[in-house]
């Protein structure tokens, strides 16, 4: 019987010609994409370096702990997930402003220190992914040791600015007292202001920060080419003589500290406040002044509406032959508004006025009254006047020399202090009222911006409480006069005069504009490349499974 025919079997493949699955192919997880620190001990830095920033600032005032604080706060956040980096920001905002602002507490008790603290804790824990985001998406765009040393801390300081930016803009009129740069007023730093502005500071003390933990990370030193940019930010900061303004000659002021009971919760008389003003300008009587100047809240009155007011004010000018700066809560139809006047004997008083620009939410208005009366009715009902925010220069030409001004907080604003400048200002006078924070650093911290404002535009500012600490500071930022705290009294001082901008001045909103919102589309621009770079390093369907044999 024939063989039938059988099919021969095909010749199975050897295991290895086998086809099989082809893994995706992942990035190597490199020591950039790993957290420094185990979130646990990150928590434990972060807080810590929220205290060490708070000691930058007065009344402790080491300046240098400004960098501790900001490489705590870097690197902890290194390698974390975006809601790890949100665990560690909120650690390290909350140490920091907790600490930075407890003289809230001195009369108004712990909701609002609590709640400021927490709304500063919230948004730049937000900023902090931001940051976490930079270092890990920065590496991967620029994974070269130039990128690591040079471009990352550039993009991280940048981050780091448009977050303080972010937070003295916003919500309201926000609030930028824990500025990274205003902690150097007593720092041979400080003069770098005069050329950048606080930010621009701001930014060169964190990229030299940054570049550090860089050159540590990568151990750079080895190569020291790569110390370049750190080592050149560094010896910027500490070499950079302050920009130089024209002397213009003197202004003799009379700033006079009345002492009175100008606090909200002080116990007083009406017209208390303004006879103790009258009072301490005694020691003054006979002086050949070219100003007398008052605090804010000098005046318990409204010179504009009351007539025995603006009569004591029209004599006292009279005697002096000179004019006043005064500042009163004043009424213009249905709106209140913080002024500062300029008054003189026989004028049509007041010659002129500034009302104050950033009046302070939850102190001296309440927007959205009918939703915080809700969370804290009491608290909210002691705000029974509801300041309006002012549209006027923060300027005035007293008798041919330009004095520009701020109205206590608005001190902390930076366009309202470039605006006199650019206005024509020779000289700052300050006016504030720190009667509600009396034996508390705010005071303290106040005066410090003061001082860097001086420093910033090269001009002298009279910074004047109605009880201290009241400060004549000179255009480099030195004390040229000064008023102990909790004391009546007057100076009269001879104050020097500037003109011409500095480049801070000038450049400073151009400054602020490249880095903050240049800085957030660096970022962006960054996001969107590294999504795209996942999906092309990411095999379609049919190559992740099964592979022909060919």
């Given at each position: 019987?024939?063989?039938?025919?059988r099919?021969?079997p095909?010749?199975?493949?050897?295991?290895?010609d086998?086809?099989?699955?082809?893994?995706?192919?992942?990035?190597?997880?490199?020591?950039?994409?790993?957290p420094?620190?185990?979130?646990?001990?990150?928590?434990?830095?972060?807080?810590?370096?929220?205290?060490?920033?708070?000691?930058?600032?007065?009344?402790?005032?080491?300046?240098?702990?400004a960098?501790?604080?900001?490489?705590?706060?870097?690197?902890?956040l290194?390698?974390?997930?975006a809601?790890?980096?949100?665990?560690?920001?909120?650690?390290?905002?909350?140490?920091?402003?907790?600490?930075?602002?407890?003289?809230?507490?001195?009369?108004?008790?712990p909701?609002?220190w609590?709640?400021?603290?927490?709304?500063?804790?919230?948004?730049?824990?937000?900023?902090a992914?931001?940051?976490?985001?930079?270092?890990?998406w920065?590496?991967?765009?620029?994974?070269?040791?130039?990128?690591?040393?040079a471009?990352l801390?550039?993009?991280?300081?940048?981050?780091?600015?448009?977050?303080?930016?972010?937070?003295?803009?916003?919500?309201?009129?926000?609030?930028?007292?824990?500025?990274?740069?205003?902690?150097?007023?007593?720092?041979?730093?400080?003069?770098?202001?005069?050329?950048?502005?606080?930010?621009?500071?701001?930014?060169?003390?964190?990229?030299?920060t940054?570049?550090?933990?860089?050159?540590?990370?990568?151990?750079?030193?080895?190569?020291?080419?790569?110390?370049?940019?750190?080592?050149?930010?560094?010896?910027?900061?500490?070499?950079?003589?302050?920009?130089?303004?024209?002397?213009?000659?003197?202004?003799?002021?009379?700033?006079?500290q009345?002492?009175?009971?100008?606090?909200?919760?002080?116990?007083?008389e009406p017209?208390?406040?303004?006879?103790?003003?009258?009072?301490?300008?005694?020691?003054?009587?006979?002086?050949?002044v070219?100003?007398?100047?008052?605090?804010?809240?000098?005046?318990?009155?409204?010179?504009?509406?009351?007539?025995?007011?603006?009569?004591?004010?029209?004599?006292?000018?009279?005697?002096?032959?000179?004019?006043?700066?005064?500042?009163?809560?004043t009424?213009?139809?249905?709106?209140?508004?913080?002024?500062?006047?300029?008054?003189?004997a026989?004028?049509?008083?007041?010659?002129?006025?500034?009302?104050?620009?950033n009046?302070?939410?939850?102190?001296?208005y309440?927007p959205?009254?009918?939703?915080?009366?809700?969370?804290?009715?009491?608290?909210?009902?002691?705000?029974?006047?509801?300041?309006?925010?002012?549209?006027?220069?923060?300027?005035f030409?007293?008798?041919?020399?330009?004095?520009?001004?701020?109205?206590?907080f608005?001190?902390?604003?930076?366009?309202?202090?470039?605006?006199?400048?650019?206005?024509?200002?020779?000289?700052?006078?300050?006016?504030?009222?720190?009667?509600?924070?009396?034996?508390?650093?705010?005071?303290?911290?106040?005066?410090?911006?003061?001082?860097?404002?001086?420093?910033?535009?090269?001009?002298?500012?009279?910074?004047?409480?109605?009880?201290?600490?009241?400060?004549?500071?000179?255009?480099?930022?030195?004390?040229?006069?000064?008023?102990?705290?909790?004391?009546?009294g007057?100076?009269?001082t001879?104050?020097?005069?500037r003109?011409?901008?500095?480049?801070?001045v000038v450049?400073?909103g151009?400054?602020?504009?490249?880095?903050?919102?240049?800085?957030?589309l660096?970022?962006?621009?960054?996001?969107?490349?590294?999504?795209?770079?996942?999906?092309?390093?990411?095999?379609?369907?049919?190559e992740?499974?099964?592979?022909?044999?060919?």
């Amino acid at each position: 019987m024939p063989d039938r025919a059988r099919p021969v079997p095909s010749p199975r493949p050897a295991r290895s010609d086998r086809a099989r699955p082809v893994p995706s192919p992942r990035p190597a997880r490199s020591d950039r994409a790993r957290p420094l620190l185990p979130l646990w001990a990150a928590l434990l830095v972060a807080v810590g370096g929220g205290v060490v920033l708070d000691l930058a600032f007065p009344d402790i005032g080491w300046w240098p702990l400004a960098f501790v604080g900001v490489a705590a706060s870097l690197v902890s956040l290194i390698g974390r997930s975006a809601w790890g980096a949100v665990a560690v920001g909120a650690a390290f905002a909350a140490s920091f402003y907790l600490v930075h602002i407890v003289w809230i507490t001195r009369y108004l008790g712990p909701v609002p220190w609590f709640a400021l603290a927490g709304v500063e804790t919230v948004l730049s824990a937000v900023g902090a992914v931001g940051l976490t985001l930079a270092y890990r998406w920065l590496p991967r765009l620029a994974p070269g040791p130039w990128g690591r040393v040079a471009a990352l801390p550039a993009l991280i300081a940048g981050i780091w600015s448009a977050r303080e930016l972010w937070l003295g803009s916003w919500p309201y009129t926000g609030f930028p007292w824990g500025r990274l740069g205003m902690s150097q007023a007593e720092s041979p730093l400080a003069h770098v202001a005069s050329w950048t502005g606080v930010t621009g500071l701001t930014f060169l003390m964190v990229f030299a920060t940054a570049g550090v933990i860089e050159i540590a990370r990568l151990r750079a030193w080895r190569m020291p080419v790569r110390l370049l940019p750190a080592l050149g930010v560094a010896v910027l900061l500490v070499v950079t003589p302050q920009f130089p303004t024209s002397d213009a000659g003197t202004m003799r002021v009379g700033a006079v500290q009345g002492n009175g009971p100008a606090g909200y919760f002080d116990d007083r008389e009406p017209y208390a406040v303004l006879q103790a003003q009258l009072d301490a300008t005694a020691a003054l009587a006979g002086e050949d002044v070219d100003v007398v100047l008052w605090p804010e809240g000098g005046i318990d009155a409204d010179p504009t509406n009351n007539d025995s007011v603006a009569r004591v004010l029209d004599r006292l000018s009279a005697s002096f032959g000179a004019p006043l700066i005064v500042n009163a809560a004043t009424q213009r139809g249905a709106d209140t508004f913080n002024t500062s006047m300029l008054w003189e004997a026989g004028a049509d008083n007041p010659v002129a006025i500034h009302d104050k620009s950033n009046p302070v939410p939850m102190g001296e208005y309440v927007p959205d009254r009918w939703f915080f009366e809700m969370l804290a009715p009491d608290l909210v009902g002691l705000i029974q006047r509801e300041y309006t925010p002012g549209t006027n220069a923060p300027f005035f030409d007293v008798d041919g020399v330009g004095v520009g001004l701020a109205i206590c907080f608005d001190v902390i604003y930076d366009d309202v202090i470039w605006d006199g400048a650019r206005d024509g200002a020779e000289i700052y006078m300050f006016q504030t009222n720190n009667a509600d924070f009396r034996d508390t650093d705010e005071n303290l911290q106040q005066l410090a911006f003061a001082r860097m404002r001086a420093i910033e535009t090269g001009r002298s500012v009279v910074n004047l409480s109605t009880v201290g600490t009241s400060q004549v500071i000179g255009p480099d930022g030195s004390t040229i006069d000064a008023l102990p705290a909790g004391t009546a009294g007057a100076l009269l001082t001879d104050v020097p005069l500037r003109t011409g901008l500095t480049p801070a001045v000038v450049a400073g909103g151009v400054v602020q504009a490249l880095l903050g919102w240049g800085s957030v589309l660096a970022l962006a621009v960054l996001g969107v490349w590294s999504r795209a770079r996942r999906r092309t390093t990411t095999p379609a369907p049919a190559e992740a499974g099964v592979v022909e044999n060919r």
